[in-house]
């Protein structure tokens, strides 16, 4: 693999194609030409040849490229060929519907623990994973080898969990409370609000600019 | 506002700008400058010109831009300077969760009705809204004038909901199901998939590329 930027868009899509591919693949498809997974996905061929030129040299022109090894190439650089401990922080109405959220296990993020402050949740059983005390987190966290952290605890809580998350040298933590966090420099945080993704849909009505913006 | 293509980084970059924007007022803040507002959310100063430029001539050298003002134009582009009224068909784990997400009502998404398959689900209560029969999915649609619609429907269900969504004139949906859905060129569709941001986190642990890569 080279050594070069890549943006959080190309990640993006490096994780669309990836579901794209999947599909091809229990489609029986041995091969995919860029123009063929621009259509699916909505991009122009010539994005998808620079997307995935990030691989090097690959595709054989005329033929496209091999889906299964694409496949796998793509899971490899996104660490989706591996599985990864990850706690879930808050365990009221996002949490309790994250344990459950079949993608996550299907790319391979295996939650583990489940934590709450709540004296009547700490105990009680999520399909099969005990709500632990947060008083407790940061043994916890290193005890089951946790990697990453969902948090989904109100916003007011949010900031002083976090910090003990870091704290125990977690790098990578997905939020879904609708406040920005501090961390450290050297630890990736990503804020999840569905209510952006209203905001984007609302915009395409009121501006009716369909089909006339740029995709990134 | 000029006529140009806005891409949709730009787009969520303005909800992010409207977010802190709304914390820079509760916090008293008149004017920010391009530095500052870059500085908050981790872009260039330069990045945070270019968008704002999509609003014409704005902002005072040395002053920066007026904080309440410049929150009600992006407010009014993204179309959240008024209210909307949504369905939300689905309320198994992620559908329940989403009826009690704050951040909706906050933005100006009010849940209006919501829809269920499930005879056990049909006429129960969440937060004061009686779920319906999605055999009366179009009619209640119409009725109840609405604008926008979050699917929370199993991958399976999908496709069929959705045909029903857009036949009666719907143009822009949020989908949690964890499929690619087909829809007409000129109906909107986002596709929310909370693993896609594990992949992102999984990403950068594997490459530990943090702050080499380009934020887009």
Redesign the interface.
Known sequence: MRER?????T??R??HY???LN?LEKEHFETISSKELAK?EKLTPAQVRKDLSFFGSFGTRGLGYPVKELKGRIAK????DRT?N?ALIGVG??G???V?????Q????NIKVLFDSDQRKIGSNHKGITVLDTDHLEEELQKNKI??V?LAVPASAAQNIVDHVVHCGI????NFA?I?LKVP??V?I?T????????????????N????????
Chains 1, 2 share one sequence.
């Open positions: 930027k890549i943006s959080e868009s990640i993006h490096l994780s990836y579901r794209a599909t699916r650089i996104l660490g989706i990864w990850v109405n996002i309790s519907a994250l459950s959220y079949k993608e996550f299907r790319q391979g993020f990697e990453l969902v790098k990578a933590i997905l609708p920005k420099d050297d990736e990503r999840e609000n569905m209510a952006m993704e209203l905001e984007y849909l609302s915009f395409t009505l009121v501006n600019k369909k089909g006339e913006r740029k995709k990134t």
